[in-house]
């Protein structure tokens, strides 16, 4: 019965992704919406006997577990560092800026009256709001299997975020475009001038013609990024059904499970060593180092679908979290969860705007890279057309890929500083 429950959850994402790429309506949603609304309706049903929560739980944990190294093994890092030019600078900024006021937020929390009890929450809300802003879902999900965080307290953080985060999106895409230009430097346009319709690969060899161009990047596209960007940030997940992909869908998992493997069993002999009681934060700081480890191997990064692969393990991870979560649990939502997302964005974009200004990077590498890191990367070209600037496409993608790589640590190491302060 377990085994059946287990390969049930295991397909759900199937006719999800297929709705996304058929219905628009579904593709406006996203797969993480649904696979989260799918697996509230299927928890809170009556249909899941109690017996299968271990079998939930094991699915949880683990489906994380092999979804960061396929997300991280074909990343180009030495590349991006010098493709994404000043929307690095820019990026490390936004970065400072939300670590920075979750930092504060936890502080003043725990000062509070009722707070003086509440460290870990507050902490792992503060770790949450880094992980998510300056990464993703991803991120978010890699944070709660590593600090443990209830489920309730992370679906409301995550669909909290979802509507704060589609206000945010709408500001930056309207008035905040004449009013950061005003604040900031000028717009700078690289150049190479691609549009959102152009393929990477024809930029990047334009680029490549001259020597004097600063960010000649002079190497074939789909040795810098997951692939494409249009293909991996598309909800177009058939090639992993393709017989012809096989071999290479068997090489990446078959090299997610030696890392997974390895992660394991160096947390275990770290735990016996060290006496630590952080061997979840461990398995996952230790997951994305060795997957960013093996992504500086050029075969490695040529199984481009391990990050495709990797995202309907999260998809996986999504529906299983949520199908164990109470939506009577969910009503009575902690309001601090919302202080910490709220002032978070807002704060941390006030910050990096004016640390932006005094490093003297331009308006619309600011609200690109924002953007990248509030948002994720998959709404870069969205903002880059809303700037009738698509010179930034790159470069924004770059900088919010790093930012899923950095997540992870972030978030988890401020956890762990402020459950010890």
């Not at 949450?128 to 409301?156: C, D, F, R, W």
């Not at 290479?248 to 016996?272: H, R």
Request: hydrophobic share 50%; glycine share 8%; with cysteine.
């Amino acid at each position: 019965m377990n085994i059946v429950i287990a390969v049930f959850f295991l397909l759900i994402p199937i006719p999800i992704l297929w709705a996304c790429s058929h219905y628009r309506w579904a593709q406006k949603l996203g797969a993480v919406a649904l696979c989260y609304g799918a697996g509230l309706i299927l928890g809170n049903s009556g249909l899941i006997p109690d017996t299968v929560l271990p079998v939930q739980k094991q699915l949880s944990e683990g489906t994380i577990a092999i979804a960061l190294p396929l997300l991280m093994m074909t990343l180009n890092v030495a590349l991006w560092l010098r493709v994404a030019g000043k929307a690095i600078i820019s990026m490390l900024l936004a970065t400072v800026s939300v670590v920075t006021l979750a930092t504060v937020l936890f502080y003043l929390s725990i000062s509070s009256p009722n707070g003086s009890g509440q460290v870990q929450e507050y902490s792992q809300l503060a770790a949450m709001s880094v992980g998510v802003y300056t990464g993703g879902t991803p991120n978010l999900a890699a944070i709660k299997a590593g600090l443990a965080i209830p489920h309730e307290s992370y679906l409301v953080f995550h669909s909290l975020d979802t509507v704060l985060g589609a206000g945010y999106l709408i500001l930056m895409l309207t008035v905040a475009i004449p009013v950061f230009r005003k604040l900031l430097p000028g717009r700078v346009v690289t150049p190479v001038e691609v549009s959102a319709d152009t393929d990477p690969q024809d930029a990047l060899n334009q680029s490549s013609k001259s020597d004097r161009d600063p960010d000649n990047y002079g190497h074939n596209y789909h040795d810098s990024y997951h692939g494409n960007y249009d293909d991996n940030y598309n909800d177009n997940y058939e090639p992993l059904l393709r017989y012809r992909n096989l071999p290479e869908l068997l090489k990446a998992f078959a090299l997610c499970g030696v890392i997974v493997g390895s992660a394991l069993l160096l947390s275990q002999l770290v735990e016996q060593q060290l006496g630590l009681h952080t061997s979840g934060a461990l398995v996952i700081i230790l997951l994305t180092t060795l997957g960013i480890a093996v992504s500086f191997i050029p075969a490695v990064r040529r199984l481009q679908l391990a990050y495709k692969l990797g995202m309907y393990w999260v998809y996986v991870f999504c529906f299983t979290v949520a199908s164990m979560a109470d939506i009577n649990s969910l009503m009575a939502v902690d309001p601090m969860i919302l202080v910490f997302i709220g002032v978070t964005i807002i704060g941390s974009i006030t910050l990096h705007a004016l640390l932006c200004r005094c490093f003297k990077v331009d308006s619309d590498t600011f609200m690109v890279t924002s953007v990248a890191a509030i948002c994720s990367p998959p709404f870069v070209p969205l903002m880059a057309k809303a700037l009738n600037n698509s010179s930034l496409i790159l470069s924004g993608m770059t900088t919010g890929i790093i930012g899923y790589a950095l997540g992870n640590y972030l978030g988890i190491s401020l956890a762990l500083f402020l459950q010890s302060s």
